[in-house]
């Protein structure tokens, strides 16, 4: 039994969407997976966002978890242009938040610049940033990440990421039914085929979601994991979104993983991001 629902887009394709909160609550808070993730990533941020009357929508993309897969190459653009698709057809045409963890964080900030009507604030989760690639060791560190995942995509196709799914399905501290979903999708080789193909595409979407800045007045919270001395090099470009804006909120979340970020320890902070933006939307 898979949760949530597949929705239609373009052409046919089903992408699966998982729905949490109040059903007339507004606006709709849009969670965007990372890399190798899928919409179980979000399970504990959706209840917790539900416990507070706020409404959200997590999804996998094209090829990922549980839904279909759509044309190459699958890079920011073509991403973007799926999430639009999917609010039209669900009928969502009021401005949502968006909210993206780890190189999701590209995907909602492409969203955000080219659909600036649409983006009543956004929320950066650990996210990476388009300016990683201009680090000294950025473009190796994602070269080295595309490595790993044409690995998992061969180690898949022979059946094998089943069995390693279980030391690796759950960095996150997922329970109860989306555990169990998480770990299955680590183990699927359809998924780790699409995953790659994304990272394949990683410059791209870098270069394409650097084409333009945030407008300063579009409300921005940047949520990260661990402690600010850390890694102030990295923490200072998480940052930086935030503090061009007029409406930035920066909280360094000491204890917490990248991963972790997201699990039932350290998932206030995100939830603490996401009414920070709605603050300030509201006025």
């Not at 898979?2 to 949490?20: F, K, M, S, T, Y």
């Not at 073509?78 to 698709?85: M, S």
């Not at 579009?218 to 200072?236: F, M, N, Q, R, W």
């Not at 917490?256 to 970020?261: D, E, Q």
Request: net charge positive; aromatic share 4%; with cysteine.
């Amino acid at each position: 039994m898979v949760r949530g629902e597949r929705i239609a887009i373009d052409g046919g394709r089903r992408l699966r969407v998982v729905r949490a909160g109040p059903a007339q609550a507004t606006p709709l808070i849009v969670l965007e997976h990372g890399a190798f993730g899928c919409a179980a990533d979000w399970a504990v941020v959706q209840q917790r966002l539900a416990a507070k009357g706020l409404r959200s929508l997590a999804y996998d993309r094209a090829g990922l978890g549980h839904s279909d897969p759509g044309p190459t190459p699958r890079d920011g653009r073509a991403i973007v242009a799926d999430l639009a698709a999917l609010l039209r057809e669900l009928d969502e045409r009021a401005p949502v938040v968006l909210v993206g963890h780890s190189m999701g964080g590209l995907m909602v900030r492409l969203f955000a610049l080219t659909h600036p009507d649409r983006a009543l604030g956004v929320v950066l989760v650990d996210a990476v940033t388009p300016d990683v690639m201009i680090l000294p060791r950025g473009p190796g560190m994602v070269r080295a990440f595309g490595r790993l995942l044409k690995l998992a995509r061969l180690v898949a196709r022979a059946g094998l990421m089943r069995p390693i799914s279980w030391l690796t399905h759950n960095l996150i501290g997922l329970t109860g039914e989306a555990a169990i979903e998480k770990r299955r999708i680590h183990g699927s080789a359809g998924h780790a085929r699409w995953a790659s193909e994304e990272v394949d595409c990683w410059p791209a979407t870098s270069d394409q979601a650097a084409e333009s800045d945030f407008p300063p007045e579009l409300p921005i919270s940047v949520i990260t994991a661990g402690a600010e001395p850390g890694a102030p090099a990295l923490k200072a470009l998480q940052a930086l979104p935030a503090i061009a804006s007029r409406h930035g909120y920066v909280e360094h979340v000491a204890g917490a993983r990248h991963a972790s970020l997201l699990g039932t320890r350290f998932a206030d902070p995100v939830v603490r991001g996401v009414e920070q933006v709605l603050a300030a939307a509201r006025g």
